[in-house]
């Protein structure tokens, strides 16, 4: 009994120093991405003074402003500032738009975490099972078209696709909704509970809003979704096949299992946590950003909002993205590595 | 980018003909799509973009507007009439009785000077125009004055054309006149409400802002109080779209009404759309080569004349500058009394070689040209780099931001640079020059920045002589000789910008919309606009 209950006591004592160490990293990493990112922007050629004032401005305009900013500091004190100000949970004002950075990204974020969510619900949904069929008609014709279509939706630029999405679905069948989250009618209809408008439109019972938004998501989602489908598809493929060839899934078959069990109940539960991992990446991707295809469908999410920031040189907000942004995948590795114990018991 | 921007456009091309227009926007809506990148400020104070002029033209009010068709025409605003001392050192305004603002709150001669003492007060950007009329931070409540509540008294504190801020009232929002109670409820840390103004406004005009969500959408209501009566239009909606693909997809599909900022190509296919009405508005602004007379090379004007003999201005203006600026070669913007015809400079290669060969260069010289990274600005910098190739000249192209092109400028760190600027917005002569000539000190420590002249090291003690004098001449006539004289001047001394072509605004409406009329100053008032359906 007390052999039993030290032994649990150590297993408990090394599972609270593993997960100290992982946030000890975690901190670390974040530190150094900030200090990166930092003194990176500070380097750059992009004056956030000139962004405010214009390139007309008189010098006394321009060295006002610079002041105020803080500009004047060292680097250092300057950095020192923001981490003290960080720790208070102040990202600081963005130029941009002259709010903090925090409201800003509460709002363009959700917009982004919609579609991405969405996104990578459909990619994950067609890519997993195409995968599996790829790999266990490998060779065959269903494989080569699998593989085409991934190939097809991994490599023509998704600007393209989204124009030409556009052009047939919206332009020419009227089918999706143009640029935007919602028709103009129904913008600020809806009260901002959740930012997520899918969400924000059903709990007020808008049912109107509610079908708008499906329609101006789905085809900018899909489009998404099919990029991140091809790279799903093309991993389990991958991995499925790794596993097909193993000498457990012979045994498998040997004992009499039907093809059913053997392809889902053996060699797709092995393959879980692998597709885990890329799964939480690819989202990952996703919630950094799908620049272009927030740029083709005029949506404000946090993709266009960082790399507006990064072109005015506004700091504050660039620096706030990027915490966000790593923040984002240190959470999903997180998420990721406590899935892995969860399915895999040789990692607990 | 720029090829799948590429692909989409062919795929455009090819695949829209005779797209029917399927949806319609509300009829007492006006959706715009504009890109609202530049967007940064709202307060009438610190405001920089034509896209947040427009938008502040129709939140707030001025004294006075100019005619959009004739800007030399000034319309009465909020003030009903004006009166020039006839020494010309001071300007009575007359306001309007009875004007309030949209919280309800009375409208007075107080608010309109105080609203010109913030603008000096916090001293951004667009206090620059009436510093350079010698107003200052602490002379401003002295020269600027409200005598009773609806007589406003500005004192010149030098000597100026007073037109010159008459204009300056009618195109800059530095005229607008805010709501100095509700700004003042929101004052922080003496900020003078500058914080709450970015997102927020106070005026008195025929919209009311409901909401901006920067980078994603601008509402605006009509005001059911405004003096001149009820806009046409019960919402103004604009939103960003920085896509001019999808602008267009949108015009054509009647789920937008106006577009701003498209490119050339979907400009020009607009202008076979039956459905589509396209406006062209000329802006002062204009299109210019510049070099650093800092850089020994172009310090002699025989370099300087050689440069300005491999611009081919004819091509330029042809093929490049369709639907973004008209062929303009005068530091003066067109369509003034004043301003001369075109000088008529032509590509001249042989005659560039002669001249480079009497400075010393026979066979050409390195250098740079910094231009933004966008159209219309690279597309002449790369003509301009294989016309001066020509000459032996080997210039390296070096794309940029706006920040950075124009940060190297006001750095004098460049040596060629393809821009756009010169003011402009007033309908004068002076507004030109004070841009694009004037140099009263070329030391580096006095940081003239806001004169592009100063930012090319070009100085002419003539040329700013005569500029000082035609500013305060009272006779019409001997004024404008006085501008054509330094015209003249400019181009015998051949300035360091070498102007290129007069800036144009395309403007892509639904062809159901009525009365838009786009303002040269980006003043565009939206309250007659209608649909006819």
């Known amino acids: 009994m007390s052999a039993l209950s030290l032994s649990l006591s150590g297993g408990g004592m090394r599972h609270v120093a593993g997960w100290s160490h992982r946030l000890g990293t975690v901190a670390v990493t974040l530190l150094g991405l900030l200090t990166l990112t930092f003194f990176i922007g500070r380097v750059m050629p992009l004056d956030p003074v000139l962004s405010i004032v214009g390139s007309d401005a008189d010098q006394s305009t321009y060295q006002q402003v610079y002041l105020q900013l803080g500009l004047d500091r060292p680097l250092y ?24 950075v925090t409201t800003d990204i509460a709002r363009v974020f959700p917009a982004t975490i919609e579609l991405a969510t969405v996104a990578i619900i459909l990619g994950t949904f067609a890519g997993v099972p195409l995968g599996v069929f ?6 065959r ?8 279509l991934s190939l097809f939706g991994y490599s023509v630029p998704i600007f393209w696709f989204g124009m030409m999405g556009l052009i047939i679905f919206y332009a020419w069948l009227g089918w999706a909704g143009g640029a935007g989250r919602v028709d103009l009618a129904y913008d600020g209809l809806v009260q901002s509970r959740s930012g997520i408008l899918l969400i924000d439109a059903a709990m007020a019972g808008e049912w109107d809003v509610f079908r708008s938004v499906i329609k101006h ?6 489009i998404l979704g099919l990029h991140s489908m091809a790279y799903i598809s093309r991993m389990t493929r991958s991995f499925m096949l790794a596993q097909l060839s193993q000498e457990y899934i012979i045994t498998a078959r040997v004992k009499g299992l039907s093809e059913r069990q ?6 797709f539960r092995n393959i879980l946590v692998q597709l885990l991992t890329i799964v939480a990446l690819a989202y990952g991707g996703l919630l950094e950003g799908a620049v272009l295809i927030e740029t083709v469908f005029a949506w404000p999410g946090f993709g266009s909002y960082l790399t507006s920031s990064l072109m005015l040189g506004d700091m504050n907000a660039v620096m706030g993205c990027v915490l966000l942004v790593g923040l984002i995948f240190v959470t999903l590795n997180l998420l990721a590595d406590a899935l892995y114990q969860v399915f895999d018991p040789r990692t607990r | 980018m720029k090829m799948p921007k590429l692909l989409g456009t062919c795929a455009i091309a090819l695949s829209l003909m005779a797209m029917p227009a399927l949806a319609k926007t509300p009829d007492d809506q006006l959706i715009v799509g504009i890109s609202m990148t530049n967007l940064l400020s709202l307060d009438p104070a610190g405001a920089t973009g034509n896209d947040v002029v427009e938008i502040n033209a129709n939140l707030y009010d001025g004294l006075v507007e100019l005619d959009p068709v004739d800007t030399s025409k000034i319309l009465p605003g ?26 309800g709150n009375p409208l007075t001669a107080e608010d309109a000077a105080w609203s010109l003492h913030r603008v000096l007060k916090l001293n951004l950007a667009l206090a620059s125009p009436w510093k350079s009329y010698g107003f200052t931070a602490q002379n401003v409540e002295q020269n600027i004055r409200a005598t009773d509540p609806t007589t406003l008294v500005i004192t010149l504190p ?11 009232l009618g195109t800059s929002v530095s005229g607008n006149v805010l709501d100095r109670k509700k700004v003042m409820e929101h004052e922080k840390d003496g900020d003078l409400g500058r914080v709450w103004l ?9 919209f009311v802002l409901n909401e901006w969500r920067a980078k994603d959408v601008l509402m605006m209501t009509r005001f059911d109080g405004y003096w001149r009566g009820q806009a046409k239009m019960r919402r103004v909606i604009m939103r960003n779209m920085t896509e001019s693909q999808t602008l267009r997809l949108m015009i054509e599909r009647g789920d937008i009404d106006i577009a701003t900022g498209m490119s050339v190509p979907d400009i020009e296919a607009m202008k076979k759309n039956p459905n589509a009405v396209v406006q062209a508005v000329k802006r002062g602004n204009i299109y210019y080569v510049a070099m650093s007379v800092k850089d020994s090379k172009f310090a002699d004007k025989r370099v300087r004349q050689a440069i300005r003999s491999l611009i081919d201005y004819d091509g330029i203006n042809t093929t490049v500058m369709p639907n973004y600026g008209i062929l303009h070669q005068r530091p003066v913007q067109m369509g003034l009394p004043a301003t001369l015809p075109n000088p008529g400079y032509k590509l001249d290669v042989a005659g560039a070689k002669k001249l480079l060969a009497e400075a010393g260069q026979p066979n050409g010289f390195k250098t740079t040209i910094r231009v933004l990274s966008d159209p219309p600005f690279i597309n002449i910098a790369t003509n301009l780099q294989s016309t001066l190739a020509q000459a032996g000249i080997q210039a390296e192209v070096l794309p940029g931001t706006g920040n950075q092109v124009y940060g190297a400028m006001r750095d004098r760190n460049f040596e060629i640079i393809v821009g756009r600027g010169g003011g402009g917005a007033e309908p004068h002569p002076h507004s030109s020059l004070r841009a694009l000539v004037y140099n009263p000190d070329n030391r580096d420590e006095a940081k003239l920045t806001n004169f592009q002249g100063w930012r090319t090291s070009f100085i002419s003690p003539e040329i700013n002589a005569l500029i000082e004098k035609a500013e305060v001449e009272k006779d019409a006539k001997k004024q404008i000789e006085m501008y054509q004289e330094i015209q003249k001047l400019y181009d015998s001394q051949v300035g360091a910008i070498i102007p290129v072509s007069q800036m144009v605004d395309t403007v892509v409406m639904g062809k159901d919309i009525r009365g838009y009329v786009g303002h040269p100053a980006a003043t565009t008032r939206l309250r007659e606009v209608t649909k006819q359906r």
């Open chain 1, 77 to 100: 004190v300057q950095f020192g500032y923001y981490l003290r100000d960080l720790l208070h949970g102040d990202l600081g004002m963005a130029l941009l738009t002259g709010n903090p």
């Open chain 1, 134 to 139: 790829a790999a266990t008609h490998r060779g």
């Open chain 1, 141 to 148: 014709l269903g494989d080569q078209i699998v593989r085409v």
């Open chain 1, 217 to 222: 998501i789905t085809l900018p989602a899909c």
């Open chain 1, 262 to 267: 053997v392809i889902w109940g053996h060699a």
């Open chain 2, 78 to 103: 909020l003030a009903e009439s004006w009166t020039i001392a006839p020494d010309g050192k001071s300007i009575s305004f007359k306001i309007r009785s009875g004007v309030k603002f949209h919280t």
């Open chain 2, 158 to 168: 030098e000597p100026t054309d007073p037109r010159m801020v008459i204009y300056t």
């Open chain 2, 198 to 206: 970015t997102t927020n406004a106070a005026g008195s005009g025929p």
